[in-house]
């Protein structure tokens, strides 16, 4: 991503041309509300995700969002003074079915590790290949909420089915991810 960076900056491409395009970008229908329910609820919620910090942070910022979660695990991301966004790799890792700058059952793993909080259910949301890592780490008494039409739901239900351990649940929009939240913090 950053080479692809340096070529949309080399077009001439400013911050504000980002900024713009942000604009159109809207949370999946229901998403804000399940974001907004967790933080009420004081549900421990990251994001760990394949993009970068300057994208997520400003989303975040825009939708008011940002307290709603207690950790952002991505490509840190800065704007260099010739107007050029720079983004690096998150980390270096060995994992062979991970894109080489992210791991996220790594980043995952080691969340859990470091914050010595016992969690009775791990949620994970995800819809890309890129979550089918962590999923695979996940176990029984966990849930993956895997977006309907995209490749982690795919994976999940066709080639990896017997390595799934955690319930997987289709989801549409942030509504039924909302209800299965709302239906955990009730037990």
């Not at 991301?77 to 059952?105: F, I, M, T």
């Not at 995209?150 to 942030?174: D, F, M």
Request: glycine share 6%.
């Amino acid at each position: 991503m950053d080479k692809l960076f340096g070529v949309l900056h080399a077009e001439n491409l400013t911050k504000q041309d980002y900024v713009k395009c942000f604009e159109t970008l809207q949370f999946t229908e229901g998403m804000k509300e399940t974001c907004n329910f967790l933080q009420s609820q004081k549900v421990p919620t990251i994001i760990i995700s394949d993009s970068n910090s300057y994208f997520i942070d400003h989303i975040l910022q825009r939708d008011f969002l940002r307290e709603a979660f207690c950790g952002v695990y991505t490509n840190p991301a800065r704007w260099e003074s010739s107007g050029r966004l720079q983004v690096e790799r998150y980390h270096e890792h060995d994992c062979n079915h991970c894109p080489q700058n992210l791991c996220k059952s790594t980043v995952l793993h080691n969340y859990l590790t470091d914050c010595q909080q016992h969690f009775k259910h791990i949620v994970y949301v995800g819809d890309g290949h890129g979550d089918l890592c962590p999923c695979l780490t996940l176990k029984e008494g966990d849930y993956i909420l895997a977006r309907k039409g995209y490749k982690l739901l795919n994976c999940l239900q066709g080639e990896k089915s017997s390595e799934v351990n955690a319930e997987v649940v289709p989801w549409t929009t942030g509504f039924e991810a909302l209800q299965l939240f709302q239906t955990l913090c009730d037990t």
